[in-house]
């Protein structure tokens, strides 16, 4: 059996690089972890940063991640208001454009935990580093958010995340990972364990998503099992397709 995974997916980076600063959100749960992580990345020498997930709408921690400005650009990993709740604000707080200095940003699609769902991977002064979101987090495993996010496609971007190898990735939630190559493949390896899960409750007689989480989450606090159960439908929507391929198509959302 596949038990509840609450520790990191791989080692944990033991620094981050000298470009990038994180300032957490106060927006600390179950689904959060310990709050909403926002990324400042500033070239060495450049003037303006660039900002990854503003995270909510919470005038305090808006304006201390203004304060590492002046910001040239604002970048989203997908539009969950825990990530972009305050980006309008934040937007009208620094002036915003996209202005992007000494970085190489490339986008990098990840649909499946929503169907925007995107990486960055950033290059600076010899240094790279990929920005996860929450297609990898920093401690457990995310949800696929049914109907929005799609197995068949979180399964697909997990595939092209275990090119990054030894690359550190930095996510929306939780500690940054040392290597994003080794934590998409405990990923691939953890779902592949829960659909085998889904199909043995099937099996004994599950019929509904409700039945399935009490089967294959009883190890999960009852407290996450409405996001067990969106975890679950995908699943089960993806093992209803005999070819297993996905019919969603992804959405880039420059704004929530």
């Excluded at 099937?202 to 998503?209: K, V, W």
């Excluded at 093992?239 to 391929?245: A, F, N, P």
Aim: include cysteine.
């Amino acid at each position: 059996m596949v038990g509840h995974v609450t520790a990191p997916a791989a080692a944990l980076a033991d620094r981050l690089p000298s470009w990038v600063t994180l300032v957490r959100a106060p927006n600390p749960g179950p689904m959060t972890l310990d709050g909403t992580n926002t990324w400042v990345l500033r070239a060495p020498g450049a003037e303006s940063c660039v900002v990854i997930d503003p995270g909510p709408l919470d005038e305090a921690h808006l304006r201390a991640v203004a304060d590492h400005g002046p910001v040239g650009a604002v970048l989203v990993t997908h539009g969950h208001p825990d990530h972009v709740e305050g980006l309008a604000r934040f937007v009208e707080m620094t002036g915003a454009g996209d202005t992007i200095a000494g970085l190489t940003v490339t986008r990098v699609l990840t649909p499946g935990h929503t169907a925007d769902s995107v990486c960055f991977l950033v290059e600076a002064a010899g240094e790279r580093v990929i920005f996860t979101g929450d297609t990898i987090l920093g401690r457990g495993t995310t949800v696929v958010a049914w109907p929005d996010g799609d197995l068949g496609d979180y399964l697909g971007s997990l595939a092209t995340l275990t090119a990054y190898q030894e690359v550190t990735a930095l996510p929306g939630h939780g500690p940054a990972l040392a290597d994003c190559a080794a934590a998409a493949r405990f990923y691939l390896a953890h779902r592949r364990a829960r659909l085998d899960q889904v199909k043995h409750a099937l099996s004994e007689g599950a019929r509904s998503a409700q039945e399935v989480v009490a089967k294959v989450y009883a190890d999960v606090d009852r407290s996450l099992w409405p996001a067990a159960e969106w975890s679950v439908r995908a699943q089960l929507a993806y093992l209803d397709h005999d070819d297993g391929e996905s019919t969603s198509q992804p959405v880039w959302l420059d704004s929530p």
